[in-house]
């Protein structure tokens, strides 16, 4: 069966397994891989099986679909082609993993969507939570309850809160102005572990993440 490896920004690699005659993927929670990402169109592409192999279609996104650097339509897959859909890069895996017992985190495993952070988080995970210290929703808390929640202003400061397959969280400046935890300013797409009482500063608006 074959399985689609999928990294977000050069993070570790997810592997899911391409189970269904159609495997859609986009941004609208109804999709079987969902990536929360404003580059991903709600309904982006489609992977659909075949006897000899797998094709890539692209929904009429936005943005497009690129296999190999080219923008697509549609196109039959190899293991050597590369995919890169908004910020994520994919690859199929050699079909020999198809008899290897599916992965935590995997589809078929946690039955479950994917959500942009290349893991779906275990239902015992480590709670977390933003308690806001400054601007006009000063003394708000917001719930860490996505595999990923994106922070800030498109176009001015965006900046990303991943929960890692570990349970563990981690802080990844994404565009514009440079995120900033405790007074240390991120390289743009470089992860940062998070602990409890960190103090981040994101599009001017400074936040406490708290462990629950």
């Known amino acids: 069966m074959p399985t689609l490896s999928i990294s977000l920004d ?32 709600g309904e982006h592409a489609v992977f659909v099986l075949h006897p000899d ?16 650097g080219h923008a697509i339509d549609s196109v039959r897959l190899g293991p050597e082609d590369l995919i890169e859909i908004g910020r994520c890069q994919m690859r199929l895996v050699s079909e020999d993993l198809a008899g290897v017992p599916p ?13 942009a952070v290349l893991a779906v988080a275990p239902a015992h995970a480590q709670r977390a939570r933003l308690c806001v210290l400054s601007g006009a929703a000063a003394g708000k808390e917001m719930a860490l309850e996505k595999p990923t929640t994106t922070l800030g202003k498109p ?19 994404v565009d514009g102005a440079p995120a900033v935890l405790n007074g240390h300013t991120l390289g743009q797409r470089q992860a940062k572990a998070l602990a ?17």
């Open 53 to 68: 192999g797998v094709e890539l279609i692209d929904l009429h996104s936005t943005n497009g679909t690129y296999v190999n």
């Open 155 to 173: 176009g001015q400061a965006v900046a990303a809160i991943t929960r890692l397959p570990d349970s563990s969280f981690a802080l990844t400046w």
């Open 10 to 41: 050069g993070a570790a690699p997810l592997e899911v397994r391409l189970e269904r005659p159609r495997t859609t993927l986009g941004r609208r929670p109804y999709n079987d891989i969902v990536v929360d990402s404003l580059a991903v169109s």
């Open 103 to 115: 992965k935590p985190g995997s589809m078929a495993a946690a039955a479950a969507t994917y959500e």
């Open 196 to 212: 409890h009482h960190d103090r981040l500063c994101i599009a001017g608006i400074e936040m406490e993440f708290l462990l629950d």
